[in-house]
């Protein structure tokens, strides 16, 4: 069993910057590629990052040369830096362990807003 909380969420202005933090419990953490997922009001849930257990990195296009995922396996933590933050970009965030088994995070809001 992997428990995911998610924090650094928030409000921020457009262009502005925000990293959330995905702190993940047990001792296997290492082995496990992790992705960051997000949920906009109305929408369909979407894959926004992913990071393998080697730190092979991927990203949606909408976020690409903005946002950046890294990990510390001393702290069991995933991160996503999120730059030049745009309205499009509110939505819930949520932290997964994807492989070998599938975990959730709650959720974190990020409002990008004037």
């Known amino acids: 069993q992997v428990q995911l909380v998610e924090s650094g969420g928030g409000l921020v202005q457009p262009g502005g910057s925000l990293r959330l933090s995905c702190a993940a419990s047990?001792?296997?953490?290492?082995?496990?590629?992790m992705a960051w997922h997000r949920q906009a009001p109305g929408k369909q849930r979407e894959l926004v990052a992913t990071?393998?257990?080697?730190?092979?990195?991927d990203y949606a296009d909408s976020v690409k040369g903005r946002f950046t995922i890294s990990r510390d396996n001393a702290k069991n933590t995933v991160y996503l830096q999120m730059n030049n933050l745009k309205p499009e970009d509110t939505a819930i965030y949520y932290c997964?362990?994807?492989?070998?088994?599938?975990?959730w995070g709650q959720g974190t809001q990020v409002t990008v807003s004037s």
């Open positions: 047990g001792r296997f953490f290492v082995i496990y590629d």
């Open positions: 997964k362990a994807v492989r070998p088994f599938v975990f």
């Open positions: 990071i393998t257990s080697g730190s092979t990195t």
